[in-house]
């Protein structure tokens, strides 16, 4: 239900929308954008159902804004292209990778909900982390100077996926390795579904 959010920005990856006709709709269409996006920021909440319709606000205003400065720049686009913008834009996807388990570990750690100080530490701690995997991991196999050509990178993320999954069969196949147990927890197991 939420490909239509990755469509959307396959959409204009692919250049399957047509740029702004001027330089002047680009703008407005960026405005908009950033309209959208600051709405939903200021307009959802916890309580608010998500994905679902309240996606369609943060993911349009991006379109657009990305989408606007597809042509000519526009101030949306100069903004985002400053060095810190860009540095975050670099580090994003490791910072999401990482905020999510140190939050939701340390939360199961505290048994109670985390103060906003904790919170933050946290974060700056998940940013360290990015900016460190994003050093040492993703930049080293990124662009033609890459550890890996792509051929041999697609070719071992290939292998890697095989890998997994030929476990995973094996794992379901049978029935998630019960030799691993004792023969007391095996009996304890079997008398759950009882």
């Given at each position: ?43 959802l909440?916890?309580?608010?159902r ?5 996606a ?36 994003s ?23 906003v ?73 079997a008398?759950?579904?009882?």
């Amino acid at each position: 239900f939420r490909g239509w959010e990755l469509g959307l920005g396959a959409m204009l990856a692919l250049g399957s929308v047509p740029r702004p006709r001027s330089a002047r709709h680009g703008e407005a269409a960026a405005w908009l954008g950033l309209a959208f996006i600051a709405t939903s920021v200021a307009a959802l909440s916890w309580q608010s159902r998500f994905p679902g319709l309240s996606a369609l606000l943060p993911c349009v205003g991006t379109a657009l804004v990305v989408w606007g400065g597809s042509g000519a720049p526009t101030v949306a686009s100069r903004l985002l292209s400053t060095r810190p913008l860009v540095f975050i834009g670099l580090v994003s996807y490791s910072l999401y990778l990482w905020h999510w388990p140190i939050l939701v570990f340390a939360r199961h750690y505290a048994i109670r909900e985390l103060t906003v100080g904790e919170r933050i530490a946290l974060l700056l701690l998940a940013a360290a982390l990015a900016v460190a995997s994003w050093w040492f991991i993703e930049r080293p196999f990124r662009g033609r100077h890459g550890i890996l050509g792509r051929r041999q990178l697609f070719g071992l993320s290939a292998a890697a996926m095989a890998v997994l999954c030929a476990l995973g069969l094996a794992g379901v196949a049978s029935s998630g390795w019960p030799q691993r147990f004792d023969a007391r927890t095996l009996q304890l197991l079997a008398g759950a579904d009882d």
